[in-house]
């Protein structure tokens, strides 16, 4: 059974803070994703990672950068949480020609 | 629940492939299947797919849908530089005009 692991489902933050949300995968997937998801706007891709040490932006980088140092575990940060960072976050990974599939989601509250 | 799924989540080809794109649908009262282009800036219209097995083409992009088998493919051949970005498909319901996103596939096509 394909994991993708979110590692917290809420999270309560306060503007300023430096954010941490980290995602890992048990099916050696080479990509990577994070995205956002608010009401009225679907999805939407913040970063983007296809190998290790790899990244791409989305629509939607600024304020956040990424790390991948090993292929299962690709991690979202928030240098400087805001409220308007408020959402829902999905990670997700897949093979190159395959679906994707996607953690359970982190809901992050900025206060 | 209505839902579009795409795939590959992911492409990374050379340029002068051809690739295909992936959409499928469970959506209620569907209209339309449109598919976008989004690279930095605003998603732009490619197409809008209302009958099945019609192709649509726009130089090198050509797409059809099955409506049917509830799906959709984008092809593009002869791929440039140009073509990287993220595609969207998207289901319009007739009810009440609300567009169903699918997550996007990010294309990338390296020189």
């Known amino acids: 059974d394909v994991k993708v692991t979110q590692s917290s489902r809420y999270l309560v933050k306060r503007t300023g803070e430096k954010v941490f949300l980290e995602c890992v995968q048990d099916m050696d997937h080479e990509n990577m994703f994070w995205y956002r998801q608010d009401p009225g706007l679907g999805l939407r891709l913040i970063y983007f990672?296809?190998?290790?040490?790899?990244?791409e932006k989305g629509d939607i980088p600024e304020g956040y950068s990424v790390s991948r140092e090993k292929k299962e575990r690709f991690s979202l940060i928030l240098e400087s949480a805001s409220t308007n960072q408020t959402s829902m976050y999905l990670c997700a990974s897949s093979f190159q020609y395959t679906e994707a599939f996607f953690g359970q989601g982190t809901r992050l509250t900025v206060v | 629940e209505d839902k579009v799924v795409q795939s590959p989540l992911s492409l990374v080809v050379h340029e002068g492939d051809t690739v295909t794109l992936n959409c499928s649908y469970e959506?209620?009262?569907?209209?339309?299947l449109l598919w976008y282009k989004q690279e930095k800036k605003a998603p732009t219209f490619l197409f809008m797919l209302t009958s099945s097995g019609i192709e649509k083409k726009s130089g090198r992009l050509s797409s059809i849908l099955d409506k049917k088998e509830l799906f959709s493919i984008l092809n593009i051949t002869a791929t440039q530089t140009g073509d990287s970005a993220v595609y969207l498909c998207?289901?319009?319901?007739?009810?009440?005009?609300?567009?169903?996103w699918g997550a996007g596939t990010k294309l990338i096509i390296k020189p």
């Open positions: 959506v209620t009262n569907f209209r339309s």
């Open positions: 990672s296809y190998d290790v040490k790899m990244k």
């Open positions: 998207a289901v319009e319901k007739r009810s009440n005009y609300q567009l169903i």
